[in-house]
């Protein structure tokens, strides 16, 4: 690959893990490093706070239902155009979510040519994520855990069966993946995420 436009870093894991939290705080340090949370973009798109030439197709979509992969792509690299251009480094917040997602990301990702360095999983139990979510509210693409405003566990374990715990490993085969423990204090989890990302950036060398 010649030299790429972009180089991104996943930082992936459970909802509720503080992939968010984490990737605004690096970049907050490190104005070279810019951030796309999908489920951001999504939301914005769909509240009409951020303006796509895909706004139509995501208006569209049943929000209680799995997303089109392709969609979500370009929704994605349309978000990459509009960070500014002296961030070089892309933190990507969540995604790709499921196992079908993988391979085209990859193939948009060569084509836009970027480069992937690497991931970061945030880790947590089932039983954390989805205390967690319950702590901060269900955002937009959780409301199928809901039954009658009460969200299900049963539901949230099948969700997590056929998508996180099927795409972080299949991930950790084609990427250089680390793991960190984010069930503890946010500032540890904090250093040890800069840790890993720091040390996937000397890849850029």
């Known amino acids: 690959m010649n030299t790429p436009e972009r180089d991104?870093?996943?930082?992936?894991?459970?909802?509720?893990a503080g992939?968010?939290?984490?990737s605004r705080r690096l970049c907050e340090e490190n104005a070279d490093i810019g951030h796309i949370s999908i489920g951001e973009v999504w939301r914005g798109v769909m509240n009409g706070v951020i303006d796509s030439q895909y706004s139509e197709q995501v208006m569209s979509q049943d929000i209680t239902k799995k997303q089109s992969d392709n969609l979500t792509n370009r929704l994605l690299f349309e978000a990459l155009q509009r960070l500014d251009s002296s961030q070089q480094v892309i933190l990507v917040d969540g995604y790709p979510r499921y196992e079908t997602?993988?391979?085209?990301?990859f193939l948009m990702t060569e084509e836009k040519r970027c480069r992937i360095l690497g991931g970061v999983c945030l880790e947590l139990s089932?039983?954390?994520?989805?205390d967690r979510v319950e702590?901060?509210?269900v955002r937009v693409g959780e409301e199928r855990?809901?039954?009658k405003g009460i969200s299900s566990r049963d539901k949230y374990v099948s969700f997590y069966e056929n998508t996180y715990l099927k795409t972080i490993p299949r991930l950790r085969t084609l990427i250089d993946m680390s793991t960190i423990d984010a069930s503890r204090d946010v500032d540890?989890?904090?250093?040890?995420t800069k840790s890993e990302i720091y040390r996937l950036l000397k890849r850029k060398i």
Do not use: C, M, N
């Open 188 to 192: 540890e989890v904090y250093e040890s």
């Open 101 to 105: 997602a993988i391979e085209p990301f």
């Open 8 to 16: 991104l870093i996943i930082l992936h894991g459970f909802p509720g």
């Open 145 to 147: 855990f809901l039954v």
């Open 135 to 137: 702590g901060r509210g």
């Open 19 to 22: 992939k968010t939290t984490q």
């Open 126 to 130: 089932i039983d954390d994520s989805v």
